[in-house]
T-cell receptor, first 115, second 116 residues
């Protein structure tokens, strides 16, 4: 069965500092990988996703993530965070079933940007 | 373009009462999902529809939960009777499914249910 681990439940970081949010997954088959962000009292929205090709994926709001197949990781990074990046971040993995893909979300990492 | 619409946004009920949530997906999206999100956790799939067909309801507690998606557009999720442990946020999402998978899901703001 597939699973997603986000080792850091909370990450505090000062404004304009770099940040990395870690995500590891377990799967015996090829996967698609996603990062979603959830702002307070809102639904999730896609930051970026990896389907195939280049292992470095760029997303919205200056975020990027790198797919590492050997380490089964998909860490999210941003070189300089802003106050508005304060939110909950969810890593997700999807695996193709017979006719559709099943998406599993991680427990989330709460990013707090300190002024 | 309007996003995924959910109502109500908040609902407070007493245990053993019924409750229903409504979702209107993005126009043209054939796939609709209902998720349960407990505090401090990621969304957990309850049911997935492809048009009118529920293709994955393996995590839906069928003794008290039911869902329908009439005409392959709007959907309703019902709980009867509600229990204290059902207090959570219920998220609806939709996507335009492709054969290869990896589709982006678009989420509504959710319905926060409190069972007293």
């Amino acid at each position: 069965a597939q699973s997603v681990t986000q080792l850091d439940s909370q990450v505090p970081v000062f404004e304009e500092a770099p940040v990395e949010l870690r995500c590891n997954y377990s799967s015996s088959v090829s996967v698609y990988l996603f990062w979603y962000v959830q702002y307070p009292n809102q639904g999730l929205q896609l930051l970026l996703k990896y389907l195939s090709g280049s292992t470095l994926v760029k997303g919205i709001n200056g975020f990027e993530a790198e797919f590492n197949k050997s380490q089964t990781s998909f860490h999210l990074r941003k070189p300089s965070v802003h106050i508005s990046d304060t939110a909950e971040y969810f890593c997700a993995v999807s695996v193709m079933k017979t006719s559709y893909d099943k998406v599993i979300f991680g427990p989330g990492t709460s990013l707090s940007v300190i002024p | 373009e309007a996003g995924v619409v959910q109502s109500p946004r908040y609902k407070i009920i007493e245990k053993k009462q019924p409750v229903a949530f409504w979702c209107n997906p993005i126009s043209g999206h054939n796939t609709l999902y209902w998720y349960l999100q407990n505090l401090g956790q990621g969304p957990e799939l309850l049911i997935r529809y492809e048009n009118e067909e529920a293709v994955d309801d393996s995590q839906l507690p069928k003794d008290r939960f039911s869902a329908e998606r009439l005409k392959g557009v709007d959907s309703t999720l019902k709980i009867q009777p509600a229990e204290l442990g059902d207090s959570a946020v219920y998220l609806c999402a939709s996507s335009l499914a492709t054969s290869g998978g990896g589709d982006t899901q678009y989420f509504g703001p959710g319905t926060r249910l409190t069972v007293l």
